[in-house]
């Protein structure tokens, strides 16, 4: 196998590994947005989102 196919490999994981955190990241902070609107901070979440 020749570095560029390595290398595009690598550059692909990466990137995969990039987005996938990214979209953990994206869902935790939903989560906690939606965790404190039903523990009733909803007035406090929606100042934070505005």
Do not use: D, F, H, W
Request: hydrophobic residues 30%; aromatic residues 0%.
């Amino acid at each position: 196998m020749s570095n560029q196919i390595v290398n595009n490999e690598n550059r692909i994981n990466k990137n995969t590994i990039q987005n996938t955190e990214t979209s953990i990241n994206k869902k935790t902070q939903v989560n906690s947005l939606l965790q404190r609107i039903a523990n009733g901070e909803s007035g406090v979440v929606l100042e934070e989102i505005l």
